[in-house]
């Protein structure tokens, strides 16, 4: 187990990954197969909050689009993603007024989701390594 607190030690120090796993080691106390467990939640339940945030505010449904973006919000928290957080967060004040927000605001959105996808499902391989 010590190679996988290595492993997920160094992709947590470069820019590529957009989940901190310390964040979820600290939150976690070390529990491998818990961090695991969430990060396979996270994968399921939220890849596609980007489309189905777009599809809502595409079809003026703010309010579905607002609680979408608020939950998205608290998971990222919840995984370390925190460019994720900060987006949605930004997304969230911005539906709060009712408005709709841009296309830049959208893609960022997706963008960060599907990196941090990507970085969870990096961690996911490198704790499934290690059973």
Known sequence: MNQTIADLQVVSNTCHSEIDIRVLRNSMSNDFGAIKMLLEIFVADHCKDGHLIRHCIQGHRLAEARIAVHSLKGVAGSVGATGLRDVACHLDQILKT??????????????????????????????????
């Open 98 to 131: 009712q408005k709709n927000p841009t296309e830049h605001h959208l893609k960022a959105l997706e963008h960060r989701l599907a990196q941090a996808v990507i970085s969870a499902n990096y961690h996911i391989s490198v704790l499934t390594g290690s059973e």
